[in-house]
């Protein structure tokens, strides 16, 4: 599968930003998508995934109540709604997939093998 990330752009904090995966190939159902953010100077990390199937969701604590995850397969496309955004919430963001992804595994990095090629969040002050 093929991804590509759009949506980012510059925001002012308390705003909001809806970013999009959107995918190529076969079986989008199939996979579980997440998206990862890195800052400048910072490691990449989870900021939340939907699970194939069921469509279960996850969050990290920092975006808890902030960001909503969703995806609509018809459209083979993810989203990642982002409210009251902060200036910590600068980064660029990845959308990532992998195929029948293990419950365990559904945050962890290095489980998901299809990366998209980032896009910029700036958040403003």
């Known amino acids: 599968v093929q991804l590509q990330a759009s949506g980012g752009g510059l925001v002012q904090a308390g705003g909001s930003r809806r970013l999009s995966c959107s995918a190529s190939?076969?079986?989008?159902?199939?996979?579980?998508v997440a998206w990862f953010r890195q800052a400048p100077g910072k490691e990449r990390e989870f900021v939340s995934a939907?699970?194939?199937?069921?469509?279960?969701?996850y969050y990290d604590d920092f975006v808890k109540g902030r960001f909503t995850i969703s995806r609509d397969n018809d459209k083979k496309t993810v989203y990642l709604q982002m409210n009251s955004l902060q200036p910590e919430d600068t980064a660029v963001y990845y959308c990532?997939?992998?195929?029948?992804?293990?419950?365990?595994?559904?945050?962890?990095?290095?489980?998901?093998?299809?990366w998209g090629q980032g896009t910029q969040v700036t958040v403003s002050s």
């Open positions: 990532a997939a992998a195929n029948c992804l293990h419950d365990d595994y559904d945050t962890v990095e290095r489980y998901y093998n299809f």
């Open positions: 939907v699970k194939y199937g069921v469509g279960t969701t």
């Open positions: 190939g076969r079986s989008f159902i199939n996979y579980t």
